[in-house]
T-cell receptor
């Protein structure tokens, strides 16, 4: 399958600081990228969908000013958690897809964020 | 009714047996169907995709789709302990980019 690289895999930050997570599609052009968060023993929760060159579409209840998403190119999307708090500690995972019709979506390795 | 439903398990299967995982979906406009495997603490990994009615086989895995019954399943033959994981069913509705996931079925293969 296609390769999606997510960085960093783990990050610990102080409360009030911001953290940027990168998601790259290494061997295909990702027209659409998705950002999820997952709490322990729970299912994936979609945070937002981003298309290259346009603003991200956020799911209901997700604060767009807190979770800034940029999809500047067909191979890179970033998620910035601004003014992080302990309750933002979670597993953040990106996914990338090259299209809509009969195309697969591949996940990055995930980023475990711990806010102290 | 949830959009994508899976039995949460846990489902326990002896090593070497066939594991059968089931998923139902509510939207008849659903067009693409996927099975992902997720090990604890890791991100999901795509196992199978299926887009038309019938069976699709890849190694020990077979995906089955029945759009009339709104049902998709995953069979794992010759189950191995390394197959122990949570299996997520995902569905894409026609014209929509995003995937809708089920809550996952936790599978344990007993040696």
């Amino acid at each position: 399958g296609a390769v999606v690289s997510q960085h960093p895999s783990r990050v610990i930050c102080k409360s009030g600081t911001s953290v940027k997570i990168e998601c790259r599609s290494l061997d295909f052009q990702a027209t659409t990228m998705f950002w999820y968060r997952q709490f322990p023993k729970q299912s994936l929760m979609l945070m937002a969908t981003s298309n290259e060159g346009s603003k991200a579409t956020y799911e209901q209840g997700v604060e767009k000013d807190k979770f800034l998403i940029n999809h500047a190119s067909l191979t890179l999307s970033t998620l910035t958690v601004t003014s992080a708090h302990p309750e933002d500690s979670s597993f953040y995972i990106c996914s990338a897809s090259a299209g809509v019709v009969n195309t697969e979506a591949f996940f990055g390795q995930g980023t475990r964020l711990t806010v102290v | 009714q949830k959009e994508v439903e899976q039995n949460s398990g846990p489902l326990s299967v002896p090593e070497g047996a066939i594991a059968s995982l089931n998923c139902t979906y509510s939207d008849r406009g659903s067009q693409s169907f996927f099975w992902y495997r997720q090990y604890s603490g890791k991100s999901p990994e795509l196992i199978m995709s299926i887009y038309s009615n019938g069976d699709k086989e890849d190694g020990r895995f077979t995906a089955q789709l029945n759009k009339a019954s709104q049902y998709v399943s995953l069979l794992i033959r010759d189950s191995q302990p390394s197959d122990s994981a949570t299996y997520l069913c995902a569905v894409r509705i026609s014209g929509n980019e995003k995937l809708t996931f089920g809550t996952g079925t936790r599978l344990t293969i007993i040696p």
